[in-house]
């Protein structure tokens, strides 16, 4: 089975765990600050703005509490997102009112999320669909004009930018994951950034139960109470730390992520090339200048009609598909009666193909082979125009 998404671990990971067992602390350690650090090179903003917890879920859950979202507050957000975005902002008493989002690219525009607000607004929650950035510039003035709070799920996003600036931090939150799923893959591990530090400390005392003091490494290391057993609670708060086996692998996906990011874009070139020209077939919008993307997705559209079958024959070729993200205005939990036409024909039309690193290029001719098989074959081709 050729796999949609899939990780590189290998003998540089496996040796970087060893090292975190011969050191006899796999908790929250050295590791963890070192993936922090790392991390927040890769994105050009100071450590004191950075904290790693077990998931980007937590992260979320963490952004919406720090930034006091709660009953009576409306947040914004693309139908077109993951669940854990919408679980954080409901379970916290707000309401998601989701917007809709261009056809094509999947991400919303500014104009989709200013249709969207309310007076109730007091945040806005966006993803980088697939890692391509969407107009996050211009949401994020239209954030600060409107005095709302933005969080940005860069989940998709790891390497994605603007210019010089990354994604993730064009807003007050942002959010990674390093799930199993995701480019760079520690197993599972999250990354919180706030803009405001203040806040950063103050997560790093949620992620830890409340507890004004460190984690147990750090207190180990530099004892200075008498009775360093003590405790202070100063709220009541789960604990969510990463912990250095997780970081340890994470630290060497960072290392290898440019040489993963240069073989996905190899591929993404030849899907572009291969795919052009099959009737019916829309491929992904090539990046406007200056947009840098993670080639997180590749995602092909056709008429509604067919896609399903389409992802049936790719299945029996032994090649899984899927479509991200399904609907969250149609999910009951959410409580939604939005219609929002883009979304609702990307959703129809959309289908994710194979896309990561341990992809060989005959994975890809195969890929492609299908693709152009499955589709022609319902698609009847169409009259070639002279130009
Ligand atoms: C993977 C993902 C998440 C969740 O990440 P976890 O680390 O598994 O909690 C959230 N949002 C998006 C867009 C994702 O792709």
Redesign the pocket.
């Known amino acids: 089975m050729i796999n949609v998404f899939q990780p590189s671990l290998g003998a540089e990971e496996l040796a970087a765990v060893a090292e975190v067992f011969d050191s006899s602390w796999v908790g929250k350690g050295p590791k963890v600050a070192e993936f922090e650090a790392a991390f927040a090179a890769r994105l050009g903003v100071a450590g004191t703005r950075l904290l790693s917890v ?7 859950f963490l952004a919406v509490r720090l930034a006091g979202l709660g009953a009576g507050c409306d947040v914004v957000m693309p139908t077109i ?5 919408a679980n954080a902002v409901a379970a916290h008493g707000a309401r998601p009112v989701f917007c809709d989002v261009d056809p094509h690219t999947l991400n919303p525009t500014a104009e989709h999320v200013e249709a969207a607000l309310t007076p109730a607004t007091k945040a806005v929650l966006v ?2 669909y697939g890692g391509h950035p969407g107009e996050i510039d211009r949401i994020a003035d239209l954030c600060a004009e409107r005095r709302v709070v933005l969080i940005e ?4 996003a790891v390497a994605s930018a603007i210019g010089e600036r990354a994604c993730g931090t064009f807003g007050d939150f942002g ?8 480019i760079a893959v520690a197993g ?3 990354m919180l950034y706030a803009r405001d530090p203040d806040l950063v400390e103050r997560a790093r005392k949620l992620a830890y139960l409340g507890l004004e003091q460190a984690s147990g490494f750090a207190q180990a290391a530099g004892q200075t109470a008498t009775r360093w057993w003590d405790i202070t609670v100063s709220s009541f708060s789960r604990r969510s730390v990463m912990n250095d086996i997780l970081a340890a692998i994470g630290c060497v996906q960072l290392r290898r992520l440019d040489g993963f990011l240069r073989r996905r874009a190899e591929i993404v070139a030849h899907y572009d090339r291969a795919l052009a020209g099959i009737p019916a077939l829309g491929l992904p919008p090539a990046l406007p200048p200056g947009h840098r993307g993670s080639h ?1 997705f590749y995602w092909v559209q056709m008429p509604a009609g067919i896609r399903d079958e389409v992802a049936r024959d790719l299945y029996d070729r032994g090649i899984y598909t899927t479509m ?2 399904p609907l969250l205005h149609r999910v009951r939990a959410y409580g939604s009666d939005a219609r929002l036409p883009g979304a609702e024909s990307a959703a129809a039309r959309t289908l994710n193909l194979p896309l990561h690193q341990g992809l060989s290029d005959g994975d890809v001719e195969a890929v492609v082979a299908g693709v152009r098989a499955a589709v022609t074959a319902r698609v009847p081709a169409l009259p070639v125009e002279v130009p």
Request: proline share 0%.
């Open positions: 077990d998931t980007c879920t937590e992260a979320t997102a993951f669940v854990s975005a993803l980088h799920d860069a989940a998709n959010v990674w994951s390093f799930d199993h799923g995701k599972d591990g999250g997180y991200r993200y």
